[in-house]
Every structure is written in structure tokens, then in C-alpha cells.
């Protein structure tokens, strides 16, 4: 690439959106530029007071198809494209008369605002820009001697540069704005792919583009030698958070957030107050309650060991009262759909401690229908895990039917073990969790885990019999022998929640028969890797 600076003498502007024009005008004259623009940006720089050249003087030609053709014409183009030390490409500008074009100015027609509208099919087809795209491209191409601007957040940046270098923009300005433009036209096109692509069946496409924009710089990753950084999805509209205090977010502290979210998204059909305690992406407590505060003492209770250094997550607005109890054990963050003044009071003690809100309306956010994640040979991609459970898709295989209430907390422990690493293993009593059992390579494994985490609360609480009596037991893949079940049975569960499916459900659903317990089948298992 050339180094050095180019002088601003002609630039044209075509922009939907009039932001900033005013501004940009102004900049601009003062440094005797020629201004080129096309209909509805011609007539708004006039209004300013601001001689323009109309588009028309310079192509020779009207708009053309009710505007769908504009800008696109060799008198335009080829003063973008044409190299100025190419001795034949000056040579026939100036044999064709045609003035070289030395800023870009440039946003998209509002296709994806009209989607997101929900306007008929025809008015988001007129919103698909061609000759605006092309005017990115083109401009980017020959970023050696053109400057292009695509957002009107830039319309400062460009100013500035101006003003800073005599009327010209330097390389590097010109290299940055480039690669920007080539994004904006590369995230307009995948809108418009998604768009047409989105009655289709298979949304898999053969190439993918993930539309995403830098929102974080994190202080490192896992680890403290690794960077990272969080990028933001611009194609969906998700769950927002505001952090009110203490310490910057981490890689980890995301994790543990989406988990979170993850959780009370299955619970967006309760209207009691719920609490989720995480570490390291895991549950290690869930209670619903009469009260936020009924429902944290009793998340606590399942595993008080593993919930220190960790994280909650409320579906309700928190207290002062709450807080207080909160407050007596360490917890890095806590999130909830708001707090009032006395609970914001209380955390404000606690400076460290990361406070985010997630809104009162978060159950009506978006969430994403797909998710990502990388591995070495390159990305997987797949639907969310959003199928929700209702006791009428419960098959019931055994004997005895669960009661009412039992049928609640299969329920409730089937929307928990879909938030545990596999293999999940999950006690429920009277809508919380007694033990949780995660990430153990065998499932046998995570049932003695959760069974140890039950007999710890059973001490802790110095309860008289083990609070697994009369629960239920919810796991997240079939059962491959009855030896898991044998364990939970042997402790007190009177109902289990499975999908189903083993080579062995036969004998699985006779040793359940046989002990007087109920079962039912899900039919679809819930595997988080």
C-alpha cells in the first residue's frame, strides 16, 4: 500500500440516515470540498444552506426504476476506482471527463430496522441496497487513494483527520475506515441471506458468518496468560444486564452469567420467587419460595460449601431484607431483575461484589435460537436446547402414578439437570434441590455425588433422616443399569424423572415397580457438554 496522505477535493454522500449530516457538511465545506449527493441527501445538504452537486449533473441521468438506480454509473465509479500513479486510468478520466472522487460517504438503506418491523415482504425487498453497497466497495477497494465512511459514527473520526492533517486523511485512516466498510456491506448481505433464508427448513447454511461486534475487553481469559475479549451478537436482540458495581466482569464471570440466565429462562412460566446459585457453570443450588428470601435460604442449604465464591441469580426483585441474609456469605456476583434502594444500599458495602439487573421484562427478551462454540477442527453450531417439559409429555412406565406434588418437583428437577454438566443428577423436595451430581464420567459417579451433597445438608441442618426421603430424582440421559437408581432408592426417592430409551429400561422399570416408586419417561434427553 502507498504511504503517505491524500488530499480531500470531491467526496459524495448517500445516507439514509441524516444523523450527524448537518455536521459533516459544515466539516467538509470548510475545506472546500466538492460535494456530489443523490436525491434525498441532495435536498437535506440544501436545506443546511450547503451548495451541493446533484447526482443527476454528473451521470447525465435521472433516478432511474423509482430510485433503484442511482449511483450506479461509470461517471461515478470510475472516479472511485481509478488509480491515481496509473498513467492509463488518468488518462481516460480525463478523455471521458470525469472528475476523481476522493471520499466516500455511505450508510445502507434500513433493511434490517424494516425486518425487525415486521413490514411486508415487498418494502424490506426495496430496502435491500445495491448501488450503496457498491459505493462501499468500490470505495474500500481503492482505499489507497479513496477515504470511505460507513457508519455516521465516524463522521467525527473523519473531521478530525481533516483538521489534523490539512484537508487530507493519512493511510492508516483510510486502511481502518476500509476494513469497516467491507464489514458494514458483509453484515448487510448475511441480514439479507438470513432474511430469505429464514421459512426455509434447513438453516444450516453451507458457509456461516457470524455478525458480532467487540463489546468488552476482558482482563484475561480462563487463565491470567490468556486474553479475551466479548463480543456481542448483532443479530439477535438477548437478555441485556447493566452492572451497577464492583469489579470488572471476567471470561469466567460470563460463563457463569449465561448459566445463570440459561436457568431462570427455564423458569420463565413460574411466578415464585426462584433462586439459582452457580460455580463454575453449575448449579449447586435451586429453590423456589413464598419470598426471595425462603427461596435463597433454602438454594443455600443444598451444597452452603460449594455456593461460596460463586454466584445468584434471581427471577424477582430483591430486598433489603434478602440482601442482608445474602450479605453473610461470599458470593462474587449477584444478578436479578433489579434491587430496591435498600438492597442497593447494602451491596454498595460490599465494593467487590459484581451487582448486575437484568430488567423486569426479561422474560420477553430474545434469546438466541442457535449458539456457537469452537474447537480445534473449527465451529460447531447448533439450536439452543429450548424444549420445555409440561406434565402432559410425561409417559408414566411404572405402577404407581406420582402425586401432585411429586409431579411439581419432576418438573421443577427436570428444568434444573437441563443447567447441570453431564452426566446430571438431580434431588428435588418440595420445589428445591437436595442434591446435585455433575460432570462425573459415569452416571453412577454423579448420583454417589449428589447422594454425598444430601448427607451433607443432612448434617449441616442435623435433620433426623435424609432429605432425599419422599424426593424425586431427575437425570438428564437414560439410565444404562438400574445401579444408580438402587442408590437413590436406598435413600428415601419415591419418583424419578428420566428420558428413557436404554436397552435396559425393562429391567429398570421393574426394579422401580418392585420398590414401589413411580417413573416417568421425558422421551428427549437433556446432555450439556
Request: aromatic share 8%.
Amino acid at each position: 500500500m502507498k504511504k503517505g496522505f491524500i488530499k480531500i477535493k470531491t467526496a459524495i454522500i448517500s445516507v439514509s440516515n441524516k444523523e450527524g449530516l448537518e455536521e459533516l457538511v459544515l466539516g467538509l465545506k470548510s475545506w472546500n470540498i466538492t460535494l456530489i449527493a443523490s436525491g434525498g441527501t441532495a435536498r437535506a445538504v440544501k436545506k443546511i444552506g450547503i451548495g451541493v452537486v446533484e447526482l443527476e449533473e454528473i451521470t447525465g441521468f435521472p433516478e432511474l426504476l423509482t430510485g433503484r438506480v442511482k449511483t450506479l454509473h461509470p461517471n461515478i465509479h470510475a472516479g472511485i476506482l481509478a488509480l491515481r500513479d496509473n498513467l492509463q486510468h488518468m488518462s481516460e478520466l480525463k478523455e471521458n471527463r470525469i472528475e476523481p472522487i476522493d471520499l466516500v460517504v455511505c450508510d445502507l438503506y434500513p433493511f434490517e430496522e424494516m425486518v425487525r418491523k415486521k413490514k411486508d415482504h415487498s418494502s424490506c425487498i426495496e430496502n435491500i441496497d445495491i448501488g450503496g453497497n457498491t459505493l462501499l466497495r468500490a470505495a474500500a477497494k481503492n482505499h489507497e487513494y479513496v477515504a470511505v465512511i460507513s457508519d455516521s459514527s465516524r463522521y467525527t473520526d473523519l473531521l478530525e483527520q481533516l483538521d489534523k492533517n490539512d484537508g487530507k486523511t493519512s493511510d492508516q485512516f483510510r486502511l481502518e475506515n476500509a476494513m469497516e466498510a467491507f464489514k458494514s456491506a458483509s453484515n448487510y448481505d448475511w441480514q439479507v441471506s438470513q432474511w430469505m433464508s429464514n421459512n426455509k427448513a434447513d438453516f444450516f447454511y453451507s458457509e456461516t458468518f457470524i455478525k458480532s461486534k467487540k463489546q468488552i475487553k476482558l482482563s484475561y481469559g480462563e487463565n491470567s496468560h490468556q486474553r479475551a475479549v466479548l463480543y456481542k451478537n448483532q443479530d439477535h436482540k438477548e437478555v441485556s444486564f447493566t452492572q451497577h458495581q464492583g469489579k470488572k466482569l471476567s471470561y469466567n464471570n460470563l460463563l457463569d452469567l449465561d448459566s445463570g440466565l440459561g436457568l431462570v429462562q427455564n423458569f420463565k412460566d413460574y411466578s415464585r420467587p426462584l433462586i439459582g446459585i452457580f460455580k463454575h457453570t453449575n448449579p449447586c443450588g435451586v429453590a423456589s419460595g413464598d419470598t426471595v428470601l425462603e427461596a435463597f435460604d433454602k438454594a443455600l442449604q443444598c451444597d452452603p460449601t460449594s455456593a461460596f465464591g460463586g454466584i445468584i441469580i434471581c427471577n424477582s426483585r430483591v430486598l433489603a431484607e434478602e440482601t442482608e441474609k445474602i450479605l453473610e456469605t461470599f458470593f462474587e456476583m449477584i444478578i436479578a431483575p433489579s434491587f430496591d434502594e435498600g438492597a442497593m444500599k447494602l451491596l454498595s458495602r460490599k465494593q467487590k461484589l459484581r451487582v448486575l439487573s437484568i430488567g423486569e421484562n426479561w422474560k420477553s427478551k430474545v434469546t438466541n435460537d442457535h449458539e456457537f462454540r469452537a474447537i480445534y477442527p473449527g465451529i460447531l453450531f447448533q439450536e439452543r436446547d429450548k424444549m420445555e417439559i409440561k406434565p402432559e409429555d410425561l409417559k408414566v412406565v411404572t405402577n404407581i402414578h406420582p402425586n401432585r406434588q411429586e409431579l411439581k418437583d419432576l418438573i421443577f428437577a427436570w428444568k434444573v439437570v437441563k443447567q447441570v454438566k453431564s452426566n446430571g443428577i438431580v434431588f428435588v423436595k418440595n420445589g428445591a434441590t437436595v442434591g446435585i451430581g455433575s460432570g462425573q464420567p459415569s452416571r453412577i459417579d454423579s448420583t454417589m455425588t449428589a447422594i454425598d451433597k444430601s448427607e451433607k445438608m443432612r448434617e449441616d441442618m442435623r435433620l433426623v433422616s435424609s432429605p432425599l426421603v419422599g424426593g424425586i430424582m431427575a437425570s438428564d440421559a437414560f439410565f444404562p443399569f438400574s445401579d444408580s437408581l438402587e442408590k437413590a432408592v436406598s435413600k428415601g426417592i419415591k419418583s424419578v424423572i428420566q428420558p428413557g430409551g436404554s436397552i435396559r429400561d425393562a429391567e429398570v422399570i421393574d426394579f422401580a415397580n418392585n420398590k414401589g416408586i413411580s417413573m416417568v419417561f421425558t422421551g428427549i434427553r437433556a446432555f450439556k457438554h
